[in-house]
């Protein structure tokens, strides 16, 4: 029954006219059904969970695109977090001095499950890390110290593998730093190189934990010392600094999420929430530059992208660099664990709403799809 259920039940039949109420309900029930066969705890679709879409028809930012929309709003407080927040809120940990005078940052990250609301209406079994999806978005400066305190209170056996430099037993692999429920490893290396990174679990099966939500930002900013030719370029990325403070700096994590365990996705983010840029776009001062570190974690899909409409932008990709590997491009593609930074200005646009969203046009209406409120200035 689950495998004819979860057949019936494709992220193409959701799209298809006529049926927006009836698959609304039915992906909330194949959830339970499909999560169950899985071994978790069920999934669950809150009250008024069949009314959890629209036609295109509908009034709305992205009935302009020809969107299906979602309908209503995502309990941001009983997630726990917030995506409109999540674009800016660096974890940068706490930092001490070594005995040699070095820096140690480090950080405390918790495993646990949690359900989630990842549409309005529609709940999604998640396994967490600090209770968010994505998890914390750490931040660090180039050759600091970095000690991560992970403490797993989860119902599975989790990791944190860090894409950078370390040695192999701090890999978070199996025999390397896997923690089994109720226990706790410290992770320690030093941040290197500088760049847009990431993290995520890499038990096994490694799909499972990554599409769970066991993912998060992992930024190293460059130190301006070791970089004297560029400098200046240095330290308009590192935090802190006053020409940090001029950008206008976003972390985006692209992610999805397989509502009825069927190997495809239902729903598509940037940072979680179906559509959360649509209800509530992203206000930008047109006289300051845009930073965006850009991740995509997206399973089952082997290709995701970002599109920006009405403007172009230099990418760094991985953000290894600090000289541009493409210029002035609108689209860019990552495959799942590729990053980079993209950088770009409305200074000589006109104020208004523009959009951004994936190139693939089934991504966009399932919910990857956003809007920045370019304005003269911002309070």
């Keep these: 029954m689950p495998t004819l259920l979860g057949e019936r039940l494709s992220r193409r039949l959701v799209l298809a006219g006529g049926i927006c109420t009836a698959g609304a309900t039915a992906v909330g029930v194949s959830a339970a059904v499909g999560q169950a066969a899985h071994g978790g705890h069920d999934a669950a679709a809150a009250p008024g969970a069949g009314d959890a879409y629209q036609a295109a028809s509908s009034s709305g930012h992205g ?148 599409h769970k939500g066991m993912y998060g930002a992992f930024v190293i900013d460059p130190d301006p010392a070791r970089h004297p030719d560029q400098a200046d370029v240095a330290r308009s990325r590192l935090y802190g600094t006053p020409e940090n403070a001029q950008w206008q700096e976003f972390v985006m994590v692209m992610n999805a ?43 089952f899909d082997p290709i995701n992208s970002f599109h920006l409409h009405a403007n172009f932008f230099d990418y760094f990709d991985q953000g290894t660099t600090l000289t541009p590997t493409l210029k002035t491009v609108d689209l860019i593609t990552q495959c799942q664990a590729q990053r ?12 208004g709403l523009y959009m951004f969203h994936p190139h693939q046009s089934e991504f966009t209406e399932l919910g990857w799809v956003g809007m920045f409120d370019v304005v003269e200035d911002v309070a």
């Design 63 to 210: 009935g302009a695109h020809g969107a299906m929309l979602t309908v209503g709003e995502v309990d941001s407080a009983r997630n726990g977090f917030d995506p409109a927040k999540m674009l800016t809120d660096w974890d940068v940990g706490t930092t001490s001095v070594l005995p040699d005078g070095g820096t140690l940052r480090t950080f405390e990250v918790v495993a646990e499950d949690k359900d989630i609301e990842i549409a309005p209406g529609v709940m999604f079994p998640a396994w967490t890390y600090n209770g968010r999806v994505p998890g914390p978005a750490l931040r660090a400066t180039e050759g600091e110290r970095l000690r991560i305190v992970f403490k797993n209170y989860g119902s599975h056996p989790h990791s944190m593998h860090f894409h950078g430099i370390h040695a192999a037993r701090m890999d978070g692999v199996p025999g390397a730093g896997l923690v089994n429920p109720g226990e706790e490893f410290v992770y320690e290396f030093d941040a290197k190189p500088f760049g847009c990174h990431l993290y995520h679990c890499h038990a096994l099966p490694l799909k499972r934990h990554i």
């Design 257 to 299: 999420f397989d509502t009825n365990f069927d190997g495809e996705n239902e729903f598509y983010a940037v940072n979680t929430v179906a559509h959360t840029y649509m209800n509530s776009p992203i206000r930008i001062a047109k006289t300051r530059p845009v930073r965006i570190y850009l991740i995509n974690v997206v399973e």
């Design 340 to 351: 980079g930074i993209l950088e770009f200005s409305f200074a000589e646009h006109e104020a």
